[in-house]
């Protein structure tokens, strides 16, 4: 019995090593170059990047998942709904906030449901963008100063 135990112990060993032979890089070893590797990676600044988003988002209406109103947190987007009107310069009402998936901007964004009268819609909002004050209403609506 030990004389079959120590070859197929050799055997399980041995399985592995035989595995990696088999058209697979060994650890460490370089499978591109980092010329390569650059080539592959965004050579865009964050600058040049969110230039090209905001410029892709606005083929779509404000504040729709395409395009978000980009505000600086929870209090940002409450900021501007405290400002957002209905077209006849009536107080909004708000409603539920709910995730609303992936936006324009590549982050997980928030959608309010907003009445007026007896529409609802939804303003969908992305949340990271402390650096941006939104000045323009989503359309059908009006923003108080």
């Given at each position: 019995?030990?004389?079959?135990?120590?070859?197929?112990?050799?055997?399980?060993?041995?399985?592995?090593?035989?595995?990696?032979?088999?058209?697979?890089?060994?650890?460490?070893?370089?499978?591109?170059?980092?010329?390569?590797?650059?080539?592959?990676?965004?050579?865009?600044?964050?600058?040049?990047?969110?230039a090209?988003?905001?410029?892709?988002?606005?083929?779509?209406?404000?504040?729709?998942i395409?395009?978000?109103?980009?505000?600086?947190g929870?209090?940002?987007?409450?900021?501007?709904?405290?400002?957002?009107?209905?077209?006849?310069?009536?107080?909004?009402?708000?409603?539920?906030?709910?995730?609303?998936?992936?936006?324009?901007?590549?982050?997980?964004?928030n959608?309010?449901?907003?009445?007026?009268?007896?529409?609802?819609?939804?303003?969908?909002?992305?949340?990271y963008?402390?650096?941006?004050?939104?000045?323009?209403?989503p359309?059908?609506?009006?923003?108080?100063?």
């Amino acid at each position: 019995m030990r004389f079959l135990l120590i070859p197929l112990s050799a055997l399980a060993i041995s399985v592995p090593a035989v595995a990696q032979q088999q058209g697979q890089p060994e650890l460490g070893e370089r499978t591109q170059s980092p010329e390569a590797l650059f080539r592959e990676m965004n050579t865009e600044t964050p600058a040049e990047e969110m230039a090209r988003l905001v410029t892709a988002a606005e083929a779509y209406p404000l504040g729709t998942i395409e395009n978000p109103v980009r505000v600086g947190g929870p209090e940002g987007e409450r900021a501007y709904l405290a400002r957002v009107r209905c077209a006849d310069g009536s107080p909004i009402r708000v409603g539920t906030r709910g995730e609303a998936g992936m936006g324009g901007f590549g982050s997980i964004t928030n959608a309010y449901a907003v009445s007026c009268g007896g529409t609802t819609r939804r303003i969908v909002f992305d949340m990271y963008h402390e650096e941006h004050a939104e000045s323009r209403p989503p359309a059908g609506f009006t923003l108080a100063q």
